[in-house]
């Protein structure tokens, strides 16, 4: 029986393998596009997602006790639900983000002749626990409301802020004049 | 009657993709492809005719034949990983280290096995075909890992060549696994389930490989002037401060 399932499991994997085969929309990972998406997924984190006065906003415990001694229940009902729609929608872009500066690293490296497979598979395992490290936070946003886990906001918005400053660096080569190269001849690939 | 119809219907549809890939000329282009389809032509023709003059011999032939084409389908796996991978250098060296030690296990197995199971049994013959077929469906999962990782887009001809061949190696397996340990009251079902399940797959690359349809390629204007460690530990680096911020945060 143990058997049956060992090699039922196998068939379970490569079944899923080729569902997401059959509904795969490919992307085009390290080309222009790809290496843009990267800058813009960047520029949104550090400008538009992890900046603190934003982040303390939204995880703000002063609007809620203040809501809570003022506002009727009713209010104060309607107050938590909107803010815990407004958490789930920041961290979910965050993760978006995230993944998309994943993408960039691993468009880049498939071209390289020297990729190393260990350190390879360190970094995938590293990225899928980064994302599910988000994911627990949406859950737990999810479940406990927007003021669950005060400190696993403010280290994750520190934390995405840092790799930003890092993933900056992987960026660099990418100037404003080859941006704006690339970004015309992206938009001309889509225009014809 | 039902055998009939399955058995006569695949080799009808082994010969037209045959046709069409002289016509289109894509057999220049898949190699190892047409060599598996024209194993299984062989392999069909072989099996029908015993089926006709000497029924009680197809059992018999069913394995030798079924074996010689499981070895010809490792083609197939060879075919995607050059036609797909060749492009992208990272990528395929990767592969290419999971292919090489996935061939080791079978070659070390198949020496091995002989003295294992020294009288060769029908039910050993199974396992053996399972295990084999096994190995076939993790190097298939490795590969399509490896694509969806790093985002590697494929033409239709090279989809429908992994779907096809991905559909029939997963229900051979299945069925394989479960005719070994539901025994031969499960013959009926697995004699009918296995030459279907190729059936549909050689539809699947009739249809695929209608014409061709090569592979996206990558865009070869964009370099990054850097080498692969100085990703790597860029990389590295980003993910270990986060992984360190998210740790303290989570024990605190």
Redesign the interface.
């Known amino acids: 029986?143990i058997?049956?399932i060992f090699?039922?499991s196998?068939?379970a994997?490569?079944?899923a393998?080729?569902f997401?085969?059959?509904r795969?929309n490919?992307?085009?990972?390290?080309?222009?596009g790809a290496?843009i998406e990267a800058r813009q997924a960047l520029v949104a984190l550090q400008a538009g997602l992890l900046p603190v006065e934003l982040v303390q906003r939204i995880f703000a415990n002063e609007d809620w006790e203040f809501v809570r001694s003022e506002a009727p229940a009713k209010v104060r009902e309607l107050f938590m639900e909107e803010r815990k729609k407004v958490a789930l929608l920041w961290v979910e872009q965050v993760r978006t983000q995230i993944r998309s500066?994943r993408?960039f690293?691993?468009?880049?490296?498939?071209?390289?002749?020297?990729?190393?497979?260990r350190?390879?598979m360190?970094?995938?395992l590293?990225?899928a626990?980064?994302m599910s490290?988000c994911r627990l936070l949406q859950v737990v946003v999810y479940i406990g409301g927007p003021y669950a886990a005060p400190?696993?906001v403010?280290?994750?918005a520190?934390?995405?802020s840092?790799?930003c400053k890092?993933?900056e660096?992987?960026l660099a080569?990418l100037n404003a004049a080859q941006l704006g190269l690339?970004s015309s001849?992206s938009t001309g690939q889509a225009a014809s | 009657m039902w055998q009939w119809v399955i058995e006569g219907g695949g080799i009808v549809v082994e010969l037209a993709l045959l046709l069409r890939g002289l016509r289109t000329r894509l057999f220049r282009r898949y190699y190892f492809f047409y060599t598996y389809i024209g194993s299984v032509i062989l392999g069909s023709a072989v099996l029908m005719t015993i089926l006709l003059k000497m029924p009680g011999l197809y059992s018999k032939s069913y394995w030798p034949v079924q074996l010689i084409t499981l070895v010809t389908g490792y083609g197939i796996l060879l075919e995607i990983l050059n036609q797909v991978l060749a492009p992208?250098?990272?990528?395929e060296?990767?592969a290419r280290?999971?292919g090489l030690a996935a061939f080791a296990a079978i070659f070390c197995f198949a020496l091995i096995a002989p003295f294992l199971m020294p009288r060769w049994s029908p039910g050993s013959v199974i396992e053996f075909e399972?295990d084999l077929r096994?190995v076939q469906?993790?190097f298939?999962?490795g590969l399509?890992?490896l694509?969806?990782?790093?985002?590697?887009?494929?033409g239709r001809n090279m989809?429908g060549m992994?779907?096809g061949y991905?559909?029939y190696?997963?229900t051979s397996?299945?069925s394989?696994?479960?005719r070994?340990?539901a025994g031969p009251s499960f013959l009926r079902v697995w004699s009918v389930a296995q030459p279907l399940s190729l059936d549909v797959s050689l539809m699947i690359w009739l249809i695929a490989l209608w014409s061709y349809c090569p592979n996206?390629v990558?865009?070869p204007?964009?370099h990054?002037?850097?080498?692969?460690?100085a990703?790597?530990t860029?990389?590295?680096?980003?993910?270990g401060?986060?992984?360190?911020?998210?740790g303290?945060?989570?024990r605190?």
Do not use: C
Request: charge should be positive; avoid cysteine.
């Open positions: 029986m058997q049956l090699f039922l196998i068939g994997l490569l079944f393998s080729l997401f085969l059959a795969r490919p992307r085009p990972e390290g080309s222009s290496l500066l993408r690293h691993s468009g880049s490296a498939r071209s390289y002749a020297r990729l190393n497979p350190l390879e360190e970094l995938a590293s990225f626990w980064l490290a400190r696993l403010g280290a994750m520190n934390a995405a840092r790799a890092i993933s660096q992987s080569f690339l001849g | 992208y250098p990272g990528a060296r990767f280290l999971s399972r096994s469906a993790l298939i999962f399509l890992a694509i969806f990782y790093y985002a590697i887009p494929i989809k992994v779907f991905g559909l190696i997963l397996l299945v394989l696994a479960v070994s340990y996206p990558p865009d204007t964009i990054l002037e850097e080498d692969y460690e990703l790597v860029r990389t590295k680096s980003v993910i401060h986060i992984r360190t911020y998210l303290k945060a989570a605190a």
